[in-house]
């Protein structure tokens, strides 16, 4: 399976973006995934994940500020970030627990 990412751009302190992940396959809806991020000079770290039923889970770093969803109708896994801070600046990927793939990430860029 490929998975797309997108929605990634430019923003200010305190606003809002959602990034999209769109696999190739229908069969997408079984697959658990994972929103991960790499900010410049640093390790990629966990954002969140949501499995095939829906059940979500967030680093301690996003908590009630980032919601994933899914629609698996569209193949397609959502990162909703509001509430966004200069430190949130990364590339974001999303990846296939089950496949283990990732996409090819989007950049979200913060500004204070």
């Known amino acids: 399976v490929q998975l797309q990412a997108s929605g990634g751009g430019l923003v200010q302190a305190g606003g809002s973006l959602r990034l999209s992940c769109t696999a190739s396959i229908s069969t997408f809806s079984s697959d658990p995934i994972g929103w991960y991020r790499q900010a410049p000079g640093k390790q990629r770290e966990f954002v969140a994940t949501?499995?095939?039923?829906?059940?979500?889970n967030y680093a301690d770093s996003v908590k009630g500020r980032f919601t994933i969803s899914r629609d698996n109708a569209k193949n397609t896994v959502y990162l909703q970030m509001n509430s966004l801070k200069p430190e949130d600046t990364a590339v974001y990927y999303c990846?296939?627990?089950?496949?283990?793939?990732w996409g090819q990430g989007t950049l979200v860029t913060v500004s204070s």
């Open positions: 990846k296939s627990l089950l496949r283990g793939n």
């Open positions: 949501i499995s095939s039923g829906g059940s979500t």
